[in-house]
Structure formats: structure tokens, C-alpha cells
């Protein structure tokens, strides 16, 4: 399976890092490797002093697609879950600098924590999911679908014109504004509307 991030998705985030609002998805890859599972603590890399949060709503990608349309892209994801997009954002502001890939500063062990998934039956309308995550039970981002740049089906449609999805395939749809750095220590609860979804420790 492969880990397909997208950003810049919400505009007060991208503003927040005084990146441009992007006029088609931007992406980039996570490896296999990357995630983090079952409420496992992170625990915070050597190559790094400023390891920021990103929370994202998450799709599971329930069947093989490739050049989908808009209008059927909505069929090729089965389940929404909650992620959270660590990012040694000293590392990312030194490749941006130089001009180089991303990958060390996104793609490293268990820089993609990952909630359970949830059939996406039981969402009544997916413009309109409520997220957020609370650090030491203080909400520190809080977002809502309906403030996506660009929507799951545009995401999923645009993508594949590029990369063959495969079932059990991960995307993680952007992050809204407040990104921060975490410390050693810190309790992290992801909440998909009111359910909490993931409840783990930075170490
Ligand atoms: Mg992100």
C-alpha cells in the first residue's frame, strides 16, 4: 500500500505558512513504513528540533483506480479515519530552501499516525465533517471539510491521472491552520466529530 498526502488543502493553513493557495492538489508520499498504529507513543526523532503536528481527515481507498472522474471518484474510498502528518518541519524548510524533495522531513518511521477506520456510510454529508485535535485536552486544531481547497473526488479524480490507486491505499486530505510544534511528553486525542479516534503519547 502507499501513503499519498496532499498539501496546502485548507487556506488559513497554507496562509499560516505563507505558502500560495495551490491552483491544483499538491502530493507527496509517505513510505509503509511511516505509519504508526494502535495508539503507540511517537517517539521524537534525533534529526529534528522542531517536529510539528498535522491532523487530516484520512480515506481508505477501497478499490483499483486510475484516471477516475470527478464524478465517480466518490466510489473508490470505503472508510474515513484520522491521521496525523508528523513533520520535521526544520528539515522541510531546508529542502524547500534548497530546492530538494520533501521526504526526509515527511516520509520518515512513523511520521503518519493513523486512527481505525470508519465505514463512510455512517457520514451523513462529507462536506460537512467536524475534526480537531487536543493536545494535554486543549484543542489546538479544528477543522471542517467544507473548507477543503479541493474535495475528496477532486483529490482522488486529479491523483490518479498520475499514480494507479490500490485498495487499502491511504490519503491524507490537508491540514487547517494551527501547526505546532510537540514536546516530549505531550498527549495527543484526534477526534473525528465527537468520537474519539486516537489517544497516544509523544516520548
Ligand atoms: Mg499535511
Known amino acids: 500500500m502507499k501513503i499519498i498526502c496532499i498539501g496546502r ?3 488559513d493553513h497554507a496562509k499560516e505558512l505563507n505558502n500560495p493557495l495551490p491552483v491544483e492538489p499538491v502530493f507527496f508520499f509517505k513510505p509503509d513504513s511511516a505509519l504508526l498504529i494502535n495508539d503507540q507513543p511517537f517517539y521524537y526523532p534525533d534529526f529534528s528540533t522542531d517536529l510539528h503536528y498535522e491532523v487530516e481527515i484520512v480515506l481508505r481507498i477501497g478499490k483499483v483506480g486510475k484516471n477516475i472522474s470527478p464524478a465517480f471518484a466518490g466510489r473508490y474510498y470505503d472508510k474515513i479515519g484520522i491521521g496525523i502528518d508528523f513533520t520535521a518541519r526544520d528539515l522541510q524548510r531546508k529542502c524547500m530552501a534548497e530546492g530538494l524533495p520533501w521526504e526526509m522531513a515527511k516520509g520518515f518511521d512513523n511520521s503518519a499516525a493513523i486512527s481505525k477506520f470508519i465505514p463512510k456510510e455512517n457520514f451523513n454529508d462529507m462536506k460537512k465533517i467536524n475534526f480537531r485535535l487536543d493536545i494535554n485536552d486543549k484543542t489546538v486544531q479544528q477543522g471542517n471539510t467544507r473548507d477543503m481547497v479541493f474535495s475528496f473526488e477532486e483529490i482522488i479524480s486529479y491523483v490518479s491521472r498520475f499514480i494507479t490507486f490500490k485498495t487499502g491505499d491511504m490519503i491524507y486530505t490537508g491540514t ?9 511528553g505531550d498527549n495527543l486525542k484526534a477526534y473525528l466529530g465527537n468520537e474519539l479516534m486516537m489517544d497516544f503519547l509523544i516520548k
Do not use: E, F, M, R
Open 9 to 11: 488543502n485548507y487556506a
Open 176 to 184: 487547517p491552520a494551527g501547526v505546532s510544534p510537540v514536546k516530549i
